[in-house]
């Protein structure tokens, strides 16, 4: 179905009337009136009660009506995912988690666009199975994460290696998980890591799977936790946080994945720019 005639379909219902329809629309009422008998006769149904007050829908219009909100949605949903945006040559999708663009694909950004002004870029944030997802069905050019799947097509590539420390609010904390212990979830490979470091440990009063959210929380209310160097630098120097002495520390590679087939400019200036960062902040 066009979905020019759902989305005049659409305006009609908000609009009351073809003539203010016609209006929002910016085209001529015989225009309205002419997608709307071209709608109806598709669809094999009068959709509207057409009087001198305006418009009301017949049962079958309010039946379609969620029909075609859905419709319009998802084209334009698609839209915004694979279509270029206006006045730029090409748009890339790039997914992460949120500890992966903090301090690491947040400071690429303005680097890609000072090298690419005319490639717009859609940033994602998710997990591991989302962002794989995404690549495969193609609604993703780029992902940075810990933990990647292994499919016909994608290319895994390390990027860096995190080195993640336990951190504290307190000059003298313990070296292990006390109840002010703030556990991130880094991942499984994190998990394994630090359930062999600390095997007497059954959970804390704060669990997150974001490590922004964890940090914010520690740096706000106090408390210890793990988290990567590169996030910890400034903080470390203005005396906001401490490493704990002799704590353990562990170490989590992050992968670039992304289609074996570079197939633009674009594509390609992405991936060898987030390289090169990432060979700084490490």
């Known amino acids: 179905m066009d979905t020019e ?12 009337s073809f003539v203010e329809a016609a209006n929002r629309l910016h085209v001529t009422q015989s225009t309205v009136s002419t997608r709307i008998q071209r ?23 309010r039946q379609f009506q969620r029909h075609a909100a859905l419709l319009t949605r998802t084209v334009e949903l698609a839209r915004q995912e694979i279509g270029i945006v206006s006045g730029f040559r090409a748009t890339l999708t790039v997914g992460a988690r949120v500890g992966l663009w ?18 717009a870029v859609r940033a994602l944030v998710g997990f591991e199975e989302d962002l794989m997802q995404a690549l495969i069905d193609g609604q993703a050019n780029i992902a940075v994460m810990y933990t990647p799947q292994t499919r016909p097509g994608l290319t895994v590539e390390p990027l860096l290696e995190e080195q993640l420390v336990m951190i ?22 994190f998990f394994t890591q ?11 009063a704060l669990t997150v799977n974001v490590g922004w959210l964890g940090l914010q929380h520690l740096l706000l209310h106090g408390g210890t936790g793990y988290f990567p160097v590169r996030m910890l630098r400034e903080h470390e120097r203005r005396g906001r946080v401490h490493r704990v002495p002799g704590a353990p520390e562990f170490r989590l590679s992050a992968y670039l994945v992304f289609s074996t087939e570079v197939d633009s400019e674009a594509l390609a200036l992405a991936l060898d720019s987030i390289r090169r960062v990432a060979a700084e902040v490490a």
């Open 5 to 16: 005639l759902a989305r005049t379909f659409i305006v009609v219902v908000a609009a009351g």
């Open 39 to 61: 709608l109806e006769e598709k669809l094999g149904a009068e959709l509207f009660v057409r009087n001198k007050s305006g418009t009301t829908l017949t049962p079958a219009g």
């Open 102 to 119: 903090e301090d690491l694909l947040s400071i690429w950004l303005p680097i890609f666009a000072s090298r690419a002004p005319d490639v």
């Open 168 to 189: 504290s609010t307190q000059h003298d904390p313990p070296r292990g998980p006390a109840r002010d212990y703030i556990y991130v979830d880094w991942g499984p490979e």
């Open 194 to 204: 630090h359930q062999l470091a600390f095997p007497n440990f059954i959970g804390a």
